[in-house]
């Protein structure tokens, strides 16, 4: 198990260097400098900067210094906000982040599969349909429209909640962005557990379960929950990477100091080094815990494990 | 087989009518798309002209304008219906460019098999475990921003890995059929046969997955025009009005769930089209 979780840690090492690769010539390939709005600078001095920051160097030369700089964990300086290097700027936005997105991931376990098993147990019931409805509307709604009509609702109009804004250790400010990010991923859940529990309630040894006389409830929470469960566990991958590319939208939406924003921030002020780091950080992010994901479903489903 | 029995496709169509929810949502496709065409020639206003006197008028509230205006005083209604008309276009082109991509990679992937099968199919493994929004995000700077001519194309540059990976499946499954074994044992040549026997017969799963990427396209599109990557002032795209909408929310929420309702109409109504096309095209799903 451990062997092949550093084999598949390693193999993501190329994927990795593809990414690296390929953002950094597509956003050099982009019309505009870091320093072009900033107010009419004289010739000099805008040369004067596109040296200090190596810019005037030839485009294949440039990427060799990034990738040397990279081997020593240095994500270079930020061309706009300066004074900062990325990686201050990233590591001061990141825990905000994190936090953010492993509530909306824990927040979307925690409802979806209950909801989806009781749909199942009921199938074509009310609660059944109002699940499904649920699940169509909630996967059809995107973040930038759930937040702010959140946001209207229980921050305006009932005063529960923060509308936006944030301050240190409140987790009231943290609620509505988590449910927001959350929701699509609860309607998912919920329509995924509903979807397998139904097909492993039907199967061959949850009859035998019964048949043994065993108490429904153990049928259920001891027999059938487990395999139900695996394509959950399966879409635990590209949900945390829904949920982190969702965080660049909540972080604007509600104002969260989070490190998403300077994603957008960075394209558009073609901070090449801010928009790198980004891409790296939430790149690589993304490809481990679609790896934890992918090894904890082989750790649930022995059929896949000697494979 | 070169005319594809009409049969199924007859009887595909009746599956589909007997599909309540999809055929609701068609015809709702329809009218908003009509709406979206010829709504704003009935307006008096255009989407950037600005009306001094009516600023940030609540709808209903004035009869010059239907859905009220915005803060600097344009027509809401034909704001809305324009960013319709782009979100639109936007995805329905970025949706041809990824089919396009992704028919014929996947085809010839699949039809020809082998080593070029499997240098094709890992391309698309590596390009899939890419944060792929990253990419459009990346690739959206490329172009000078508002250019929405060329910003279909950096959407439609991702979204065809799956398109491929459906094509290839049906394509190897193709390949040991007899009537492709009689095209080749006829002389016909390697592209003829991906472009003339196999490519007509993957067209069900292709329409399906199709009419299911248009709201991807779109939402792609509005979440770009929302963190102002995408479609730029005065011009409009429902993720951009939205994004406004945000912005005002306090004093005229109207400027936030008219855009939104439209947006959340379209998304819905694709998805219940491509569910209940599925349906009809593929029988064995039932």
């Known amino acids: 198990m451990l062997r092949l979780a550093a084999r598949r840690l390693l193999g993501l090492v190329p994927t990795l260097f593809v990414i690296v690769t390929l953002s950094f010539f597509v956003i050099r390939l982009a019309p505009g400098g870091p320093f072009d709005d900033e107010q009419t600078l004289p010739p000099e001095i805008k040369a004067n900067l596109e040296a200090a920051y190596g810019l005037d160097q030839p485009v294949a030369t440039q990427y060799l210094r990034y990738l040397q700089s990279l081997s020593h964990g240095d994500f270079g300086p930020s061309f706009k906000f300066k004074d900062f290097s990325v990686t201050e700027l990233i590591g001061q936005g990141l825990p905000l982040s994190l936090t953010l997105g492993l509530a909306a991931v824990l927040l979307a376990l925690a409802l979806g599969v209950p909801l989806g098993a009781f749909a199942a147990l009921r199938q074509n019931g009310a609660l059944d349909y109002s699940v499904m409805a649920f699940a169509v509307l909630g996967v059809a709604l995107p973040g930038f429209v759930i937040g702010p009509l959140l946001a209207l609702v229980f921050g305006l109009h009932l005063r529960w909640l923060p509308v936006a804004g944030w301050s240190p250790g409140e987790w009231r400010y943290l609620v509505l962005p988590a449910l927001t990010l959350a929701l699509p991923v609860i309607a998912y859940i919920a329509r995924l557990t509903r979807g397998s529990l139904l097909e492993v309630l039907r199967s061959n040894f949850v009859r035998t379960a019964r048949a043994k006389g065993l108490p429904e409830r153990i049928v259920l929470w001891r027999h059938a929950i487990r395999p139900a469960l695996l394509p959950v566990v399966s879409y635990l991958g590209p949900a945390s990477a829904f949920v982190m590319t969702g965080s660049l939208v909540v972080e604007t939406v509600f104002g969260l100091p989070g490190s998403g924003r300077y994603l957008v921030q960075g394209a558009i002020n073609r901070d090449y080094t801010l928009v790198m780091g980004m891409i790296i950080v939430y790149g690589s992010l993304m490809l481990v815990l679609n790896l934890i994901a992918d090894l904890l479903y082989g750790w649930l489903d022995p059929r896949v494990r000697y494979e | ?286």
């Open chain 2, 1 to 286: 087989m070169s005319d594809p029995s009409r049969g199924f496709w007859i009887d595909a169509a009746r599956r589909l009518l007997r599909h309540r929810a999809a055929v609701v949502a068609g015809a709702l496709i329809v009218l908003v798309t009509l709406l979206a065409a010829f709504g704003p020639a009935w307006s008096p206003h255009r989407f950037d002209a600005i009306d001094w006197e009516n600023m940030g008028i609540a709808p209903g509230s004035t009869n010059a304008h239907w859905l009220g205006t915005d803060r600097l005083g344009r027509d809401l209604f034909v704001r809305t219906l324009q960013g319709v008309q782009i979100s639109l276009q936007i995805g329905l082109l970025a949706t041809l460019v990824s089919l396009c991509i992704g028919v014929a990679w996947g085809a010839i992937a699949g039809y020809v098999g082998g080593r070029l099968d499997e240098w094709m199919m890992r391309v698309v493994d590596v390009l899939y475990s890419l944060p792929y929004i990253f990419i459009v995000i990346i690739l959206s700077t490329l172009f000078d921003r508002g250019n929405i001519q060329v910003l279909f194309l950096a959407i439609g540059a991702v979204g065809w890995l799956t398109m491929a990976r459906i094509v290839r499946g049906q394509a190897l499954s193709l390949r040991k059929r007899e009537f492709i074994e009689a095209a080749i044992a006829t002389g016909v040549s390697t592209p003829a046969i991906v472009w003339r026997h196999v490519v007509p017969n993957v067209v069900g799963p292709v329409i399906v997955y199709a009419t299911l990427t248009i709201p991807q396209m779109i939402l792609f599109e509005s979440f770009l025009s929302f963190l102002g990557l995408g479609v730029q002032e005065p011009q409009a795209s429902l993720g951009s009005l939205i994004n406004e909408g945000a912005q005002e929310m306090e004093s005229a929420a109207w400027l936030l769930l008219v855009p939104a309702a439209f947006l959340v109409t379209l998304l819905t109504c694709f998805n219940f089209l491509g569910d209940g096309l599925r349906d009809a095209l593929d029988p064995r799903e039932q």
